[in-house]
């Protein structure tokens, strides 16, 4: 099985950076994604890491270390919409293409 | 907008009733996922539909069925509702089954069982 931790809540202020981490234990590893949630609306997609390193995309960027099981989605420059839940889903190797969802991290950023 | 199409966006109903969801996957996508979102879960993984053929299933309950069509729109089918079954039902599509295939979502529809 999957055991996939993430932190239940954070906060941060405005124009700030915020690192949310993610530790993984899973038979096989075959990518990790992170997903943005607000509240009642469908996931959106952020990024996805199978190598090791850095994934920059814009004020989101995502790093991952497969030795460690470890990943870790930084937002600068955080803005009042970034205020959303994000998950953290692996795949893992073995036949199934489904990834397996985090409880998510809820973050409220405020002024 | 993902491009995946959920319908109706919410529905309330009683309990021991029978409900459909319905989802259009986008266009050219061929996996249709369905999941369930709870206040005290996570996204749980439901089941999986692959070209019209039920590929993998997770936690889903012997009350719920769904199938793929040939135009590859997907329903879901609750069935003997309980209140447990309140929930986000999500729709997700990705193009095939392969590694760095990605899933987008529908908005969902939130089911109230009363």
């Known amino acids: 099985g999957q055991n996939i931790d993430q932190p239940t809540e954070m906060t941060a202020t405005e124009g700030a950076i915020v690192q949310i981490n993610c530790t993984y234990q899973t038979s096989g590893f075959n990518g990790l994604f992170w997903y943005q949630q607000h509240a009642g609306e469908a996931p959106t997609f952020l990024s996805y890491n199978v190598l090791d390193g850095l994934e920059e995309k814009g004020r989101f960027s995502s790093f991952l270390s497969r030795s460690k099981g470890y990943s870790y989605l930084l937002l600068k420059e955080l803005q009042m919409k970034d205020s959303a839940s994000y998950l953290c889903a692996v795949r893992s190797s073995g036949g199934s293409y489904i990834p397996t969802f985090g409880r998510g991290t809820s973050l409220i950023v405020h002024p | 907008d993902s491009g995946v199409t959920q319908t109706p966006k919410h529905l309330i109903t009683a309990t021991g009733q029978r409900v459909t969801l319905r989802c259009s996957p986008r266009?050219?996508?061929?996996?249709v996922y369905w999941y369930q979102q709870s206040l005290d879960q996570g996204l749980q993984f439901l089941i999986q539909?692959?070209?019209?053929?039920?590929?993998a299933k997770g936690n889903i309950l012997e009350r719920f069925s769904a199938q793929q069509f040939p135009d590859l729109h997907s329903e879901l089918n609750l069935s003997s509702l309980e209140l447990g079954d309140s929930a986000l039902y999500f729709c997700a599509s990705s193009v095939e089954e392969r590694i760095g295939d990605i899933q987008y979502f529908g908005a969902g529809t939130r089911l109230s069982v009363l």
């Open positions: 539909y692959y070209n019209g053929e039920e590929r």
């Open positions: 266009s050219g996508d061929l996996s």
